[in-house]
């Protein structure tokens, strides 16, 4: 199975920006359905953003809409989300997954996910 760690989270003030990576290895990153998490403490884990397999096809919640962008690099076996136009609100730990297997659930079901990265810290100050 996949094991996926997360990196490039950090503090940045509003507005700013940061790139997060998620490193795969023991298995193929484009063959799976590839997500981003995240979850602040007292609160459900929230969905971010997915890619499909062959990595084609992208989606986003509603809250990062135009600011996130999720892509990957199958050369380094990477999946990265480009956050600008950062918000405080965006302060959360951020989590990468990946299921190799259907069915592939919109919005994304964290408990179909079997392959989960230990996050990366985000804090965004105003």
């Known amino acids: 199975q996949v094991q996926l760690v997360e990196s490039g989270g950090g503090s940045v003030q509003a507005g700013g920006s940061l790139r997060l990576s998620c490193a795969a290895s023991?298995?193929?990153?484009?063959?799976?359905?590839i997500t981003w998490f995240r979850q602040t403490p007292g609160k459900e884990r929230e969905w971010v953003a997915v890619i499909y397999p062959g990595g084609r096809t992208t989606y986003y919640t509603d809250s990062v809409k135009g600011r996130f962008t999720i892509s990957q690099d199958n050369a380094k076996n990477t999946l990265y989300l480009q956050m600008n136009s950062l918000k405080p609100e965006d302060t959360a730990m951020y989590y990468c997954?990946?299921?190799?297997?259907?069915?592939?659930?919109?919005?994304?079901?964290?408990?179909?996910?079997?392959?989960w990265g230990q996050g990366t810290q985000v804090t965004v100050s105003s």
């Open positions: 997954a990946a299921q190799g297997r259907g069915p592939y659930y919109y919005p994304p079901r964290p408990a179909s996910f079997g392959a």
């Open positions: 023991g298995d193929t990153y484009s063959s799976y359905y």
